[in-house]
């Protein structure tokens, strides 16, 4: 299979130069995560734009000083095998397409993989041996800014989320962050003094600038007010193949994991579900 068979036909990107605002709007009316960036009246790829980089540069309106420069990339003709090595190897989750290293002609993600070959391809290894056993949980009522930090510094793409008796009650990640933050100016005081020179005498005259910023702003709100709260889970025991197809079916990138008796126990993301259908491709090209 190659990386052609599952490019989406629809190509989305913004421009530079170009504003942030841009970006936020592609992203909210297309629900995507990433944007590519080209160059103002061609197709030639200049950057990406993810979630990461709005949300780590919250005071950057501009792309061409938010982008990420000289993405890795792909051609429509490479084979996806060669696209999952590059995904895990590099650990990047969208890779734009080129048709010639230089002109853009789409994106392709984890999602992509996940949906389109190993739902696919019926793999009925077990998804036991990809699960992550560590879960980061906050509190249902941990405001938006903590919540960002913890998820931050622990570098998970999602947190669970508990209520008062320490129940799963809900999800909540990056996306979910970024559609509930806001553009909020700020006035800054800036002030010159000039001296006079070359008198007996000297005066000190003082001129005040206002210098307004858009800057992207998570408010106060508790995390329950964004989390996505009808948690599906997973059980241990599932195929790769039927995971990934839940995750397609629920438009979700990850999934809580239960064992038989139905205790939580782990996480299983697109990125996990990757592994394992690059480690089992692997695997079968030895015996073969």
Known sequence: MKVKDILGKNVIYASVPGTRDEILELMRKHGVNV????????????????HKELMEKPGETQIALLMKRDPETVSSEDNVEEL???????????????????????????????????????IAEPIKPFVQRVIIAVWDKTPLPVAYSIMKLSKA?????LDDKGKLVGVVDESDFLRASE???????SSIISTSEGTDWSWDASSIFYITTKKLNLPGVQVKDIMTSDVVTVSEHVSLSE???????????????????GNLIGVINELDLVKGYYEVTKRKQKKE
């Open 35 to 50: 944007v590519p960036v080209v160059k103002k009246g061609t197709m030639a790829l200049a950057g990406i734009v993810t």
């Open 84 to 122: 999952v090595r590059l995904m895990l190897e590099k650990n990047i989750f969208h890779v734009p397409v080129t048709d010639d290293g230089r002109n853009l002609v789409g994106v392709v993600s984890l999602s992509d993989i996940v949906r389109k070959v190993i739902v696919v391809e019926k």
């Open 157 to 161: 793409p999602v947190l669970h989320v």
């Open 183 to 189: 553009v909020v100016s700020e006035e800054k005081v």
């Open 243 to 261: 995971c990934a197809f839940k995750m397609m079916k629920h438009d979700l990138n990850q999934l809580p994991v239960k064992d038989a008796e």
